[in-house]
């Protein structure tokens, strides 16, 4: 904000009418150009918060994926371990077959 006040202040005291406007441009521009960078700035910091969060998300999923992956290896995931037989006898019909 103070970038836009102090052309003003500089064209205040200056007593031809074309030096106060070129003044007054040329500080006008000024700001413009660091709201701009400012933006940009803001723009580059969002998208790197951004990219941080993924990869946490991508981290924590891929670590649950591996514990899982363990979990089953071991048989532990509350699935039977293959070899092992854990059908409920009162689901099996006259044929022996599940239904």
């Known amino acids: 904000m103070a970038e836009l006040l102090v052309p003003?202040?500089?064209?205040d005291g200056v007593p031809h009418q074309a030096v106060q406007v070129a003044w007054l441009v040329s500080g006008g521009l000024a700001g413009v150009a660091l709201v701009g960078s400012g933006l940009g700035l803001?723009?580059?910091?969002?998208?790197?918060?951004?990219a941080?969060?993924?990869?946490?998300?991508?981290?924590e999923a891929t670590r649950q994926v591996?514990?899982?992956?363990?979990?089953?290896?071991?048989?532990h995931a509350?699935?039977?371990?293959?070899g092992r037989s854990d059908r409920d006898p009162t689901?099996?019909?006259?044929a022996g077959q599940l239904p």
């Open 42 to 50: 803001l723009l580059v910091h969002l998208r790197r918060r951004d």
């Open 52 to 59: 941080a969060r993924e990869r946490a998300t991508l981290r």
């Open 91 to 94: 689901l099996e019909t006259a």
């Open 8 to 11: 003003h202040v500089y064209a």
């Open 78 to 82: 509350g699935w039977p371990s293959p």
């Open 66 to 75: 591996a514990d899982l992956a363990e979990a089953v290896a071991r048989g």
